[in-house]
């Protein structure tokens, strides 16, 4: 039997960002094929070419190493080079019936983890061992999870199909439309997917989420000429000066009547020394909005801001989609599917009617319309876990009381949807 609080421990020490998650990856395929799962992974769980805001091959490299030195599996991680990280776990039951899907995100952040003696990873000893990197928005929990579940579904008798999809890089919101884009949502009739925490607390569930916003994320590469900057100011293209004016003027984009947005320069970056122009320059910039339609006006404004800042300082320059998302619209019998299901579940004392609310944005929205597209029903539920700062922050920590929550809360709707008789 699985220890779940270990396994989330664990998977807390050694927390992976997003296409390097190669150690939690092969610790899930290890675990579902022990428990009569057939594993889909690697190549064949991920298009290559739909992967947005993949890190470079220096970075997968090392993280790659790295894994294999901390115990992954190196015949299995060996077909996940390259960031191929996705894993799905199959389980047919006794009988004909729907393909139900339970989705969980593995990655982590790239943030330095509290030392604190108050944070309870580090008073606790699995404080994360990879510095720089850590799980600070419960994705650890995610996985255990899944994992958890794996286990519990393995001993039903069910009819129809399980699918657990394990998705790389959710931060950033990038690795969930590789998996669509590879069809591994085509054959599902019903999608559940879930969130710890997000300011509901231990012991309160809600079977379905409204307000996530769309989002794109733009990583963008200015180049112009360096030249000294004292003898020869004016033969020199400074590429920073030019990210700055597009900077400028991204953030002076209109407010819109359409629906709420948001936008936001996160990363403007270039220049090596004082007496030098800057050859190169790089901007990281992001637009959200309740809307599709206005988010894509967003991004098309941002990026004839670009285009044009860069034709001023007379640079080159290219733009790459690091990364987005759309709205989630939650089917109301599958929302209700969920409350009931939590309802009954051990540890659940409070099933509001309504549904939670977050103006961020998931990429598990590509999994929710792909299935809605296709005739099937999903939702997006958010399963309490109290923490004692916002996710994000060095010292998160999520209450391990939820995670025998969310396995139940699983295990209830698979037993709705596909028990047999």
């Known amino acids: 039997m699985l220890d779940i609080i270990e396994m989330r421990r664990d998977l807390h020490r050694h927390p992976e960002l997003g296409f390097t998650e190669f150690r939690t990856a092969t610790i899930v395929v290890e675990t579902l094929r022990s428990l009569g799962y057939e594993v889909i992974y690697g190549r064949d769980a991920i298009d290559g070419p739909s992967r947005r805001g993949l890190p470079s091959e ?20 060996e077909q996940m080079k390259g960031g191929y990280t996705g894993v799905v776990g199959i389980l047919r039951g006794s009988e004909p019936g729907p ?3 339970f989705r969980f995100d593995m990655d982590a952040l790239p943030i330095k983890e509290s030392t604190d003696q108050q944070h309870v990873p580090q008073a606790e000893g699995f404080i994360s061992q990879f510095n720089g990197n850590m799980h600070a928005c419960a994705h650890d929990g995610h996985t255990t999870i899944g994992l958890g579940v794996a286990e519990a579904l393995s001993k039903q008798k069910l009819k129809g199909t399980i699918k657990l999809i394990f998705q790389p890089a959710e931060e950033g919101v990038r ?8 069809g591994m949502l085509d054959d599902v009739d019903y999608l559940f997917c879930a969130h710890l925490g997000c300011d509901v607390p231990t012991g309160q569930v809600h079977g379905g989420t409204q307000g996530y916003l769309a989002t794109t994320k733009l990583a963008v590469q200015f180049h112009g000429v360096a030249s000294h900057a004292g003898a020869d100011p004016e033969k020199g293209n400074n590429a920073l000066l030019g990210a700055a004016t597009a900077m400028l003027n991204i953030h002076a984009i209109p407010r819109f009547s359409t629906g709420d947005t948001r936008i936001n320069v996160g990363v403007l970056e270039g220049g090596t020394a004082a007496n030098i ?5 790089r901007m990281i910039v992001e637009t959200r ?3 599709e339609e206005t988010n894509r006006d967003l991004e098309q404004r941002v990026r004839r801001i670009i285009e ?3 034709g001023m300082h007379e640079l080159t320059y290219e733009i790459e989609v690091a990364g987005g998302a759309i709205p989630i619209t939650c089917d109301p019998d599958m929302v209700e599917l969920a409350n009931e299901a939590a309802r009954d ?7 509001p009617e309504q549904m939670a609310y977050s103006t961020g944005s998931e990429d598990a929205s590509y999994m929710v319309r792909r ?7 999903a939702t997006y539920m958010i399963v309490g876990a109290s923490n004692p700062v916002p996710h994000h922050h060095p010292r998160f920590d999520i209450e391990e009381e939820s995670l025998h929550i969310g396995i139940d809360v699983f295990r209830r709707i698979a037993e709705r949807l596909l028990q047999a008789e």
């Open 277 to 281: 122009i800057p050859e190169h320059a």
């Open 175 to 182: 690795g969930a439309y590789a998996m669509v884009e590879k």
């Open 289 to 291: 909005s309740e809307s």
């Open 99 to 101: 393909t139900l899907a």
């Open 308 to 310: 044009h800042s860069a």
């Open 371 to 377: 299935v809605q597209e296709h005739g099937g029903k």
């Open 58 to 77: 220096e970075v997968l490299d090392h993280a790659y190493e790295r894994a294999i030195k901390n115990g992954a599996n190196p015949q299995i991680a």
């Open 345 to 351: 579940a051990a540890g659940v004392h409070t099933v």
